[in-house]
């Protein structure tokens, strides 16, 4: 399984390297799904691993004083700041079948790391990229965790998300429904632009306006 995943992994880093490398440069200080970021800073994030030691990172913690979402940020805007667009493309492309795997999370949280800023890219600026249907499933079936969902701090209190493009459903409740990939995004906090979900609870979870 680690086998197969990691080949989804190299395949999804370089097919988000090739697309990254065709945008516009406007396109790379456009916001994206990641609030505060625009596209420079979420693609700095995703290759943050590969440029960052882990003793660097503790050491980073300690100064943070122990929040993560802190220091992601700092390093997030200080690398943005001193990499460009072709720097940040390349680094993610040269480190395709980097090994990096999230504390905790397995191959499984890389694939989802990975998958999720790619579409907190493409999603903000507008393009329709469909994430191959293998690698969702990895997402949907080992993790997207209620840990995970309660990290992202994501209330679905009476609500069932329903895939309208594959087998899969997720809680009790009014029905919320779109394509699974979009519901993933649903699940990891993000707001989406309008007319992705359909269903009573949509506007709970639509505020994003590009």
Request: hydrophobic share 40%.
């Amino acid at each position: 399984m680690d086998t197969e995943i990691r080949r989804q992994i190299a395949a999804e880093r370089r097919e988000l390297a090739d697309l990254l490398s065709e945008l516009p440069q406007q396109s790379w200080d456009a916001p994206s799904l990641c609030a505060g970021w625009r596209v420079r800073e979420v693609v700095a994030h995703m290759t943050m691993p590969y440029r960052h030691s882990g003793l660097s990172v503790v050491a980073g913690l300690v100064r943070a004083r122990g929040n993560f979402d802190r220091l992601a940020d700092r390093l997030a805007r200080q690398d943005a700041a001193a990499l460009g667009p072709r720097e940040l493309t390349a680094c993610l492309r040269d480190n395709a079948e980097h090994p990096w795997r999230p504390p905790g999370g397995g191959y499984a949280g890389a694939l989802s790391h990975d998958v999720i800023h790619g579409m907190d890219v493409t999603v903000a600026l507008g393009i329709d990229r469909r994430v191959p249907g293998d690698r969702l499933r990895v997402l949907l079936d080992n993790a997207l965790s209620p840990r995970s969902r309660r990290y992202f701090g994501v209330d679905l209190d009476g609500v069932e998300l329903r895939a309208d493009d594959v087998d899969w459903s997720l809680g009790t409740g009014t029905p919320l429904s779109g394509a699974a990939q979009d519901l993933v995004l649903v699940l990891c906090g993000r707001r989406l632009p309008e007319g992705r979900l359909r269903g009573e609870p949509a506007a709970r979870f639509t505020h994003f306006v590009h």
